[in-house]
C-alpha cells in the first residue's frame, strides 16, 4: 500500500526558506513521478514541481521557477522541496504526490503540510 507523509510546513517570513520532505512506502521510485501541488484558500489546487526520478527529468510552476528546488533521494525513497525567497503568495497547503507512471497509471496523495509566509 502507497503512503506518502509530508513535514517540513511551517510559518515564515517573507524573504525566508522553508525545506518540505514527503516519505514515501509501497512504491518503486523508478516506475513513479513525484511532484508538489500545493492549495491556498478559495484557490484550486495547483502544479508546484515534479520530478521522475528515472532519468531525472524535473518540471516547475513558472511562479516558483528560480526560487524552489525538487530532489529526491531513491534509496531512502524521499522527495524535498526547497523553498528561498518565500513570499506571502506561496502561504498553502503543499501535497506530495506520486503518479505510477507505468500502466496501470494511479495517483497517490499525501496529508498536507502548511505553508504559511508571513512577517
Known amino acids: 500500500q502507497v503512503q506518502l507523509v509530508e513535514s517540513g510546513g511551517g510559518l515564515v517570513q517573507p524573504g525566508g526558506s522553508l525545506r518540505l520532505s514527503c516519505a514515501a512506502s509501497g512504491l518503486t521510485f523508478s516506475t513513479y513521478a513525484m511532484s508538489w501541488y500545493r492549495q491556498a484558500p478559495g484557490k484550486e489546487r495547483e502544479f508546484v514541481a515534479v520530478l521522475f526520478s528515472a532519468g531525472g527529468r524535473i518540471s516547475y510552476a513558472d511562479s516558483v521557477k528560480g526560487r524552489f528546488t525538487i530532489s529526491g533521494d531513491n534509496a531512502k525513497n524521499m522527495v524535498y522541496l526547497q523553498m528561498n525567497s518565500l513570499k506571502p503568495e506561496d502561504t498553502a497547503m503543499y501535497y506530495c504526490?506520486?503518479?505510477?507512471?507505468?500502466?496501470?497509471?494511479?495517483?497517490?496523495w499525501g496529508q498536507g503540510t502548511q505553508v504559511t509566509v508571513s512577517s
Open positions: 504526490k506520486a503518479r505510477r507512471i507505468v500502466i496501470p497509471i494511479v495517483d497517490y
